[in-house]
């Protein structure tokens, strides 16, 4: 008999596809093949990582080198992988895209050297994977080098070499053909072989190649055996010396083969010397120089073969005065605000150990004590205008010298423009021309050039700038003043025709010109002595709402008309409020 039942599975939200499954039959607890089920597996599947996680063995890494290290899962997906390099760098944490399971690379920097273990740890939803490997962290092999590449000969020597960094490091060392097996280490990047017999003078081949586990190095060179250099020395008999004086420098030594000299003035200039190959010092070398610039200079001379280096060194003195030196500076410059002005120590040869005081003579200047550069301007902010006395004195153990050049900040020129109280002038009578300047300087620092259009030509004033427009030109009863420095000079004409006249006023200073002109009609005009004036007398009488009213009437004549033109006489009636009668006369 078959029992039929329900059957109830836990809820299992994630399966995997590749281990086995586990199912609770609630049916026939003898045969679990009276139990009617059905599975549905995840689409996509959620895979379990199941297979290795693969990293490379990895025994040896470069100090301070980017490290790869290389990814592979057999199989997984929806995971994700934590870093833990071991070396006390924070976690890193990837997932299925930048580190996919068929394979990808890694890449850490390990700051000091030692055994770290690395370790990834992979999981999904199902599973997780874990794998380590031991990372060894050495140092790179870096400037490999001989100590020397020469030996005295006659006598016994030991190969010597050096690098700056490297360990665990092996030598194959080949000299003159043959392997050298036997060296020890002198310090922590210094080694030499066992002794090797003395040579005559010969040139021999050498070959170093060294290696660690993350680098090697190479050193292909010529071994010499020569004389050494004994006792060199470096001599001048001048310590003390002028400009453009020669002088000797003298290099010396008691023994020594193959040697190169090389002499370094300090000056910027240098000499060398190279002896000829198998040859004995047997004689000094003198080395001549000429100094330009005065100073203090330290001469090197380094004397060197393949057994060793040498530097030996003197000082001289080379004198030059400060005397020479000539100051430069403009006489003017202007003013924006504010006035830029350079001062410049000229001279072809810089003085010995000088000192410089500077003071730009405005009243807040104080001394300076910059460092003398010759043929380099030094600049300075003038914040007005006026006339200063920059100083300077520079001094060295030759002699003094003191710099005075005076200087005048100039006013911009600026908004010249005409204001004259009439628009035309009248024919045989003077007419004023008033010219003003927004700004500008005056007096000896600026002329102001005149043509009034008359054939007459051009009139130069010294500027006075001193009227301002308020109280001398009132334009159709308004005040035309401005704010800042305006200031208007005034000059007369006097024209003996009636053709319109071109006035023109330029202004000059030490540094630019403006210039303004204006048109100026000539006609017929009147004086007080061409008009005769006639009146009726004084007439009084009531009108009815006053007590009485004042009448009269002026008559004008022109006499100097030719032909005495007579206008209508003008009529004037005023109350009698406004009239005072006063002994018979109004």
């Known amino acids: 008999m078959y029992i039929y039942a329900t059957i109830y599975l836990p809820r299992i939200p994630h399966r995997s596809t590749i281990m086995p499954q586990q199912y609770i039959c ?42 790869t290290i290389n990814f592979t899962l057999s199989q997984g997906s929806d995971y994700t992988c934590t870093w833990n390099f071991g070396d006390n760098t924070p976690l890193e944490v990837t997932d299925e895209t930048s ?23 992979c999981s999904n ?23 020397s590449l020469g030996a005295q000969k006659g006598q016994d020597y030991a190969l010597e070499w050096t690098t700056d960094s490297g360990e665990e490091i092996t030598f194959v060392v080949i000299y003159d053909g043959v392997s050298l097996s036997s060296y020890s280490s002198v310090s922590k990047y210094r080694w030499k072989t066992s002794l090797q017999p003395g040579r005559a003078a010969s040139s021999i081949p ?10 090697q190095a190479n050193i292909s060179a010529t071994f010499q055996i020569l004389s050494v250099i004994v006792n060199p020395t470096l001599t001048t008999v001048k310590v003390n010396l002028s400009s453009h004086e020669l002088v000797n420098f003298t290099v010396n030594m008691d023994s020594g083969s193959d ?12 000499s060398k010397y190279d002896q000829p190959l198998g040859v004995e010092w047997v004689k000094p070398v003198v080395f001549q120089h000429t100094y330009v610039n005065g100073g203090r200079f330290t001469v ?80 300075h902010t003038f914040g007005d205008t006026g006339v200063f006395t920059v100083t300077a004195n520079l001094s060295n153990l030759l002699g003094h010298k003191t710099c005075q050049k005076s200087i005048t900040i100039v006013e911009k020129l600026s908004g010249p423009s005409f204001h004259n109280k009439f628009t035309a002038a009248a024919k045989g009578l003077p007419f004023s021309v008033t010219f003003c300047l927004y700004r500008g300087p005056s007096l000896d620092l600026c002329n102001l050039t005149f043509n009034f259009g008359d054939g007459g030509g051009d009139q130069i004033f ?38 319109t006249k071109l006035i023109t ?11 303004d002109s204006v048109s100026v009609p000539v006609i017929i005009g009147l004086r007080a002595s061409d008009i005769e004036v006639t009146s009726s007398g004084n007439q009084f009488g009531g009108f009815g709402f006053c007590d009485n009213l004042f009448l009269f009437y002026l008559s004008l004549k022109v006499v100097s008309s030719p032909t005495s033109q007579i206008f209508p006489p003008f009529y004037f009636l005023l109350p009698c409020v406004l009239s005072k009668k006063k002994n018979g006369h109004l």
Not at 259 to 270: A, L
Not at 467 to 495: E, F, H, M, W
Not at 505 to 515: D, G, I, N, P, R
């Open 99 to 121: 580190t996919p399971k068929t394979g990808a690379s890694k890449l850490h920097t390990y700051k000091t050297t030692g055994d770290f273990i690395l370790t990834v740890n």
């Open 505 to 515: 006023v330029t202004a000059t200073s030490y540094l630019e010109t403006v210039t």
């Open 125 to 147: 939803k199902v599973s997780t994977v874990v794998e380590k490997v031991t990372i060894k962290v050495l140092e790179a092999i870096t400037n490999l080098r001989m100590v």
């Open 26 to 67: 609630q049916g026939s607890p003898t045969d679990p093949q009276l139990c009617h089920y059905t599975i549905f597996a995840m689409d996509p599947p959620q895979m379990y990582i199941y297979a290795t996680l693969y990293l490379p063995w990895i025994p040896h890494r470069s100090l301070g080198t980017p490290s």
């Open 300 to 379: 090197t001379a380094t004397i060197s073969n393949a057994a060793g280096t040498y530097k030996k060194s003197v000082q001289v003195l080379v004198l030059v005065s400060v005397l020479a030196i000539e100051c430069q500076m403009v006489d003017h410059s202007l003013y924006h605000p504010p006035a830029y002005v350079n001062l410049t120590f000229n001279s072809s040869v810089m003085p010995t150990e000088p000192t410089l005081t500077l003071n730009w003579g405005e009243p807040q200047s104080q001394d300076l004590n910059p460092t003398l550069q010759i043929n380099v301007p030094y600049t």
């Open 462 to 499: 010294p500027r006075q700038g001193n009227q301002p427009i308020s109280s001398c030109c009132l334009i159709d009863n308004t005040n035309i003043a401005r704010s800042g420095k305006d200031g208007c000079d005034t000059k007369n004409v006097t024209y003996t025709d009636t053709t």
């Open 206 to 215: 050498l070959s170093i190649k060294a290696s660690n586990p993350v680098s």
């Open 259 to 270: 040697v190169t000299v090389v002499i370094d003035y300090g000056d910027g200039e240098s």
